[in-house]
């Protein structure tokens, strides 16, 4: 397979609308419970990722007839919740974490044994976070060495509900027992420690099941009734847009429009951080679709300062660190950020992966087991290794803008699981950036 590298040098300020590739995780949940539903879902703005495809792919493996995806729309005929089909071979979920642990929770239920594997990242990651409340709830699943994957799950087992205080907020482990729920006999109660990503609790209200939140117990009673289908318009993703964001505030002179961009509460802990590092970021045209607040962002440079980050905030910024990292670089100051362990189970380690890239940088960087602390410096260029790590990969291109040479990331394939339009979104806007396949 092609290796992929960036090339990226300074230039001059940033200009233009940049639309940003669909969210990825409400584009997951809604091939899941479209599939689960009880009739036909349309769905629009679905990211055409290789991470979402491959749920796709999952689904029609399991039976479900599904037409696209094209130009954003995908029309799925769902089979119900009790319609799913054995299927033949192993489900390969590639580079998908979200897939994998959400489909560890749907599989648990279903009648019939499946197996669960993916790419040479995917199969080093953890998945005893999320086996470890499916087997309280009855399921047999077994994991590889170490806890990870492959995941065999045992069919044919009846789940009951259970009372979970979750250790860690984690939308992924939550949603896998939501799932499972809708299977489950009685009523099922996930407790968070902090506040994740509640996608999956809005779009399964969505879809006409009943979900209850109070502050940070969520109860779902399992058998409530059917999903029914749903036309869904997904948001752009704001962890899509965070990189933007970053680049728009570091280049002077920048201004950038991001059309539609999903604002939901628990995921706009990015925007939060860049405006109390003095990020200029606005929200225009704010509205609703597909039960996701959305709003059209509009970004200008300006001079950051380090901050020490809030914890309350580190949940709903998870996915956005690697940008916020580079933020902080190139931030007057220290920037720290603690009780974000959960980075170094993600693509890659994303703490260590970012320090030793920042290091080779020239930043000042202290690695902590749960954070980091970076001190802002003037940036030279130099090597990147992102580890396969599409979020680190377009980082560390948006730090090449600020750079005193240019900065060559390696290994940024990956990029195209979550933002296969990333280097045309880029170039339209001003940065230089160069592409090498080898």
Not at 140 to 148: F, H, K, N, P
């Amino acid at each position: 397979m092609a290796s992929i590298d960036y090339t990226v040098r300074g230039g001059g300020p940033l200009a233009g609308t940049v639309t940003v590739a669909g969210d990825k995780s409400i584009s997951h949940r809604a091939v899941i419970l479209s599939a689960l539903a009880e009739g036909r879902s349309e769905i629009a703005g679905l990211l055409e990722g290789e991470d979402v495809l491959g749920t796709v792919a999952a689904f029609r493996a399991l039976g479900v007839t599904i037409d696209g995806p094209r130009d954003g729309r995908l029309t799925v005929d769902g089979v119900g919740l009790h319609g799913l089909k054995a299927p033949v071979g192993a489900l390969d979920l590639g580079n998908s974490g979200t897939s994998m642990r959400l489909l560890a929770g749907l599989m648990a239920a279903q009648p019939f044994g499946t197996r669960l594997v993916g790419d040479e990242s995917l199969m080093r990651r953890p998945m005893e976070r999320v086996a470890a409340p499916l087997r309280l709830m009855g399921a047999v699943i077994e994991t590889g060495e170490g806890g990870r994957p492959p995941l065999h799950i045992v069919g044919g087992r009846g789940l009951h509900a259970i009372e979970y205080r979750m250790p860690m907020a984690s939308a992924q482990v939550k949603s896998a027992i939501l799932l499972a729920a809708l299977y489950a006999r009685g009523r099922t109660v996930v407790i968070e420690p902090a506040p994740s990503r509640d996608h999956s609790e809005r779009m399964l209200a969505g879809f006409g099941y009943p979900v209850h939140r109070d502050g940070a117990t969520i109860t779902i009673e399992g058998g409530a009734g059917p999903l029914r289908p749903v036309q869904l318009d997904v948001p752009a993703d704001l962890s899509s847009a965070a990189f933007f964001l970053v680049a728009a505030s570091i280049v002077p002179g920048s201004c950038l429009r991001l059309p539609r961009v999903g604002m939901n509460p628990t995921r706009r802990g990015v925007i939060d951080i860049l405006r109390a590092m003095g990020a200029h970021i606005e929200a225009e045209n704010e509205t609703v679709a597909g039960g996701e607040p959305v709003a059209d962002l509009v970004v200008r440079s300006a001079p950051l300062r380090g901050i020490a980050i809030p914890r309350e905030l580190v949940p709903l910024a998870i996915d956005e660190f690697p940008a916020l990292f580079i933020a902080a670089a190139c931030a007057q100051g220290t920037t720290t950020v603690r009780g974000a362990e959960e980075l170094r189970v993600k693509e890659s380690d994303r703490l260590a992966v970012m320090a030793r890239g920042l290091a080779a940088l020239g930043v000042a960087v202290e690695e902590y087991p749960d954070g980091l602390a970076i001190r802002g410096t003037p940036l030279k260029g130099g090597v990147i290794e992102s580890g396969g790590d599409h979020r680190v990969a377009m980082a560390f291109a948006v730090a090449g803008l600020k750079a005193a040479d240019a900065v060559l990331v390696r290994d940024c394939r990956n990029v195209a699981t979550s933002f296969p339009g990333f280097v045309a979104c880029a170039k339209a806007v001003g940065f230089d950036l160069e592409v090498n396949a080898s």
